[in-house]
């Protein structure tokens, strides 16, 4: 893990989950830094996963979904006052039911390219969201 301003940066997997032309996206919980805020699937990669494994364990542990990774989308290196992160943006597509179940009282939604621009993300996943709107859309 490198070293940022003021201190360790942080490794985090997001799962961008896409299922028939919608994505997967939920609220921060609250508690939570940035409470309300719209983020992907995702958390904290551990010592001994990757980020696909990450992105798969966050999806099942946060939302009860099965997903399979496919490829990573993006990588963004962004620091927020007082945490600095790097995040791994991993492709992903449900391997089977696309229920979801969110264990920590987040909201949870499928988006499509008309929805995706209305909800507040936040700013680290800019990049990520402008390649959903060009995939989404064709």
């Known amino acids: 893990m490198s070293e940022a301003a003021g201190g360790p940066r942080i490794a985090i997997a997001a799962a961008v989950v896409i299922h028939e032309g919608r994505v997967l ?10 409470a309300g805020s719209w983020e992907f699937p995702g958390g904290k990669i551990e010592a001994d996963e990757d ?33 600095a992160v790097h995040v791994t943006f991993v492709e992903c597509e449900p391997a089977g039911d696309v229920t979801v179940h969110a264990h920590d009282g987040q909201q ?31």
């Open 51 to 83: 980020a696909p494994a990450c992105a798969v364990r966050e999806c099942r542990e946060e939302l009860g979904l099965v997903v399979r990774p496919l490829a990573p989308l993006d990588e963004v290196e962004w620091e927020y006052p007082g945490t």
């Open 25 to 34: 996206v939920q609220t921060r919980p609250e508690g939570k830094a940035y």
């Open 108 to 138: 949870v939604r499928w988006a499509n390219a008309e929805t995706l621009p209305e909800l507040e993300f936040l700013p680290a996943n800019a990049s990520v969201l402008a390649l959903l709107a060009e995939r989404l859309t064709s």
